[in-house]
């Protein structure tokens, strides 16, 4: 199958056109950035060529870049999705996969674990693309006949994340001798990305079509992610007062129905890949 891959030169991206490839399929990188196969933005007209199937992972992901730079936000990621839904189309493609968020229930959500059928909340701009994205490609499916899976992630780390999350960051500062945690109640469902990776292609191959839940089932807290990666580094950890926390857990059954997905990384084995990693590299002063 060829497969076009959005967003390809990003963290998730590396790692879905490598699993895509180990699955025998042929991948068609599409990015900004000059390494990719197709040097192109999303937000314009794309140029046209034979696909199988595409999984859109291109977009503006952290949300408070979201909330400063609306008009950017909305044109990336609802208009940009509504380009690479018509390039699909236009393409040939019978698959679309989307990338979505679990932020779409809102933090913290209503209950937990939280399945799919849980409201959606537009809680911020992030949050209020992503489900415009959904609907996008509900709309191309009901209209056009277009096949589509969303994946809504929970909160994916590994080895090669950038700055700006909370494991990198967490180890930048552990580097320094010493980090200062706030919110450390607060727990995540974090899901490794090559878990999330596998999870992509399944979901290029599935007939199914609505939206499927990337998640653990596994709430961690802060504090024990930032303990592991202080106590790695041999850092002082001190845990600072914080009256609100938050709180996400997937209940991810369907992936396991539709796509006989399970998660297979822990927390724990998972944060040691990430320090293996991160070992060489110089401390930023």
């Keep these: 199958m060829k497969v076009l891959c959005t967003g390809s030169e990003g963290f998730l991206g590396k790692h879905v056109c490598a699993q895509l490839k ?8 599409l990015d900004l950035a000059p390494t990719a196969n197709i040097v192109a933005d999303i937000t314009k007209v794309l140029p046209i060529m034979r696909m199988d199937a595409v999984v859109h992972l291109a977009a503006m992901a952290a949300p408070l870049t979201c909330d400063k730079y609306p008009d950017l936000a909305f044109n ?5 999705t509504h380009q690479v839904l018509r390039w699909a189309l236009e393409s040939g493609a019978t698959k679309f ?5 679990a932020h779409v229930y809102g933090v913290s959500p209503k209950y937990l674990p939280t399945d799919e059928s849980h409201p959606l909340w537009l809680q911020n701009v992030y949050t209020t693309t992503k489900i415009l994205g959904e609907q996008l490609c509900r709309l191309f499916y009901e209209n056009h006949g277009l096949s589509y899976t969303t994946l809504r992630l929970y909160n994916v780390y590994g080895p090669g994340q950038g700055s700006g999350y ?3 960051d967490m180890v930048e ?4 001798g010493h980090v200062n945690l706030y919110g450390g109640t607060t727990t995540k469902d974090w899901v490794h990305c090559s878990d999330v990776a596998r999870a992509f292609a399944l979901a290029v191959e599935t007939d199914y079509v609505g939206e499927i839940n990337i998640g653990t089932g596994v709430e961690t807290p802060l504090s024990h992610v930032a303990k592991i990666i202080a106590a790695d580094h041999e850092a ?9 926390h938050t709180k996400m857990q997937a209940d991810w059954k369907r992936a396991y129905r539709v796509l006989e997905w399970s998660p297979t990384v822990t927390v724990e084995e998972g944060l040691r890949g990430v320090l293996s990693h991160t070992k060489a590299r110089p401390v930023l002063s």
């Design 22 to 29: 180990d699955c025998g399929h042929e991948v068609v990188g």
């Design 76 to 80: 990336v990621n609802v208009n940009g």
């Design 166 to 168: 909370f494991i990198p």
């Design 236 to 244: 002082t950890l001190t845990l600072m007062p914080n009256g609100t």
């Design 173 to 176: 500062k552990a580097q320094h």
């Design 97 to 101: 996969v989307f990338s979505s968020s």
